[in-house]
């Protein structure tokens, strides 16, 4: 009972670590070229290999060690890379500055 717990909780993260990788490569390819230029990261064509090679382990070498590497590069894509791009590409809030609060600009007390 509680190796068949532990199988489908296995299973469960195997899906996840798939599903985020496979959404990070979308969102890899999506994105411009100039855009990786501009925001300074690596090309696109580094993204998409890594990637591309991640969704690959996940789907055929079951192997846990490369599963987490390919789990961090994702996270390192999804949490760094694609703010960035976003930003750079218009994506991110329009308008504004840096002081402005979620309800509109902050003007000290003023």
């Known amino acids: 009972m509680l190796l068949e717990a ?3 909780f296995l299973q469960l993260l195997y899906l996840a670590m798939l599903v985020l ?3 990070a490569l979308v969102f890899a390819v999506t994105a411009r070229e100039d855009a990786y230029r501009a925001a300074d990261k690596q090309k696109k064509s580094f993204w ?3 990637l591309g090679v991640t969704v690959f382990v996940n789907l055929v070498i079951p192997i846990l060690f490369l ?3 390919g789990v961090i590069a994702s996270i ?3 949490v760094d890379v694609k703010p960035a ?3 750079v590409s218009g994506g991110g809030r329009s308008g504004g500055s840096s002081s402005d609060g ?3 600009p902050y003007n000290g007390g003023r």
Do not use: D, N, T
């Open 6 to 8: 532990f199988g489908s």
């Open 21 to 23: 990788a496979v959404v």
């Open 48 to 50: 998409l290999i890594i």
């Open 67 to 69: 599963q987490i590497a």
């Open 76 to 78: 390192v894509f999804m």
């Open 85 to 87: 791009l976003k930003a």
């Open 102 to 104: 979620p309800y509109g």
